[in-house]
């Protein structure tokens, strides 16, 4: 167990649905990361929050934001779903030295 | 920007052999590398890391990495696979400091044939 909680574990939503993932990092941790893996794209980096800011973009398409708050934790948002966007989205969090990113289980979104 | 390249994507050994996976990393400065494995059906676990000191770094399940900074490279390596290593492994880097961009890899995927 790494400390990284997400929730919930598997969803499957119908296209054009709207979905949030949820992620509480280990305690202490103080950066955020979204992760999405998928067969075809392998694991892209989509974005990374550190103490509540913005501080780093990847390959996050327009239709998903992400934040994150006060208490640390993240939540990502995806909206006007597609087919492709079927993948797992991990979540992982880093102390404030950085020295080690711990994932999360994942979340495991099926969209039909 | 810092990148990370894994060149082998599938590898496939049988069991006792000896396995090296190359990574090579694009930064200009001080880096923490790292490599990950992801189980089938897994998440992503820290296999082992680098920040400093000895290159020569030893992890879990008797994997090792050698950091070669003239060669900007990071190479994975175990003496005698076995069956259960069968598994996606990722090389990553960033710079030290919690809110620097940590970059991953693109996965190298490893098949052990018993």
């Known amino acids: 167990d790494s400390g990284v909680t997400q929730t919930p574990k598997h969803l499957i939503t119908a296209t054009g649905q709207r979905v949030t993932l949820r992620c509480s990092p280990r305690?202490?941790?103080?950066?955020v990361y979204w992760y999405q893996q998928s067969l075809d794209q392998g694991l892209q980096f989509l974005i990374q929050y550190y103490n509540g800011e913005e501080r780093a973009k990847g390959n996050i398409l327009e239709r998903f934001s992400a934040q994150q708050f006060p208490d640390l934790h993240s939540e990502l948002n995806l909206s006007s779903l597609e087919l492709g966007d079927s993948a797992l989205y991990f979540c992982?969090?880093?102390?404030?030295?950085?020295?080690?990113?711990?994932f999360g289980e994942g979340s495991w979104l099926t969209v039909v | 920007a810092q990148s990370v390249s894994q060149h082998n994507h599938h590898v496939i050994l049988s069991e006792a052999a000896s396995l090296e996976l190359g990574c090579n990393y694009s930064?200009?400065?001080?880096?923490?590398l790292f490599w990950y494995v992801q189980y089938p059906g897994q998440h992503l676990q820290l296999l082992l890391k680098y920040f400093s000191g000895d290159p020569l770094v030893k992890g879990i399940k008797g994997f090792e990495a050698e950091f070669i900074k003239s060669k900007f490279s990071f190479n994975l390596r175990k003496p005698s696979v076995q069956w259960s290593d069968t598994a996606e492994y990722f090389c990553?880097?960033?710079?030290?400091?919690?809110?620097?961009?940590?970059?991953f890899g693109t996965g190298t995927k490893l098949q052990v044939i018993p």
């Open positions: 992982a969090s880093s102390p404030p030295s950085g020295n080690t990113i711990y």
């Open positions: 930064y200009g400065g001080t880096v923490n």
């Open positions: 305690s202490g941790d103080l950066s």
């Open positions: 990553a880097v960033n710079a030290p400091g919690g809110y620097q961009k940590v970059t």
